[in-house]
Every structure is written in C-alpha cells, then in structure tokens.
C-alpha cells in the first residue's frame, strides 16, 4: 500500500511540472516573438484611436535564402506625433501553411512614440505581411 500511495503522489507531482512546463513554454513563444502561422497583435486600443500606419510588407523566397525586412514607424525624418496604442501584423500565408518566419519588436512598441518591427521569413521562404499601426495624438 505504501508503495501505491508513494507511486500516485509521484505521478501527481510530475503531472504538475509538466503542465507547468506548457504553460511556461507558451508564455514565452507569445512574447514578442510569433513564430509560424500566428498573427502577432500587441493592443490596447481605444476609442478615438487613428491608424497612422496601414502597409502591406512582401517578399518572395529564394533558395536556401532568408528574406529580413526591418519596418520603421515613425520613418526617419517624420514627427513623432502619435503613441501607439496598437499594433498588428497579420500573417497572410497563415491560411496556406505553416510560415515558420518570425515577427519581433525591436524597440519602442505599445505606450512609446515609435517601433521598429523586425520580419524575417524561414529558409527559402518569403512572407507576405500586412501591418496596422494605431495611436492618439500626443
């Protein structure tokens, strides 16, 4: 009996680590980093939002090549005239297949006055992007 009780509360606790372990893993895969076919949406969005970046991002693959695209907002000479509430960057092959590309944010983001986006597609493959960026008059 000792041993049957001593074996069920084993397997409880590694029970536990392990779903622990899933639920960690997926933390950190949404943060900032969205691999494959998800969509990467960062937002706090409110009423009275403008969208003050609206672009379609694209490039084809090319063997064994990685396309890298980095996008700029505000781009280099504009005013800073806005902080964002929102970005989105939808992933339009996420519906033929798994991209296995990433989407990063560099710097700035959500609550700053500017962000810089890094794309990079998977070995021999492109992307095909579209990102929307939100925020309020300063």
Known sequence: MEVRKYL????????YIVIILIYTKTIVANENVIKGRQ?????IAQNGDKLIYNQHHEANGTFLGVQKETILYPE???E????IT?????????????NEGKTEIISGGVGQNSVIIRVQSARSKGYDL???????KI
Do not use: Q
Request: glycine residues 8%; aromatic residues 10%; proline residues 2%.
């Open 8 to 15: 069920h509360e084993s397997l409880n606790k590694i029970i």
């Open 80 to 83: 800073r005239e806005y902080i």
């Open 39 to 43: 969509t990467f949406v960062d937002c």
């Open 130 to 136: 579209d990102v929307e960026i939100w925020g309020r």
């Open 76 to 78: 280099k000479g504009d």
């Open 86 to 98: 929102c970005i989105k960057v939808y992933d339009n092959r996420a519906l033929t297949g798994p």
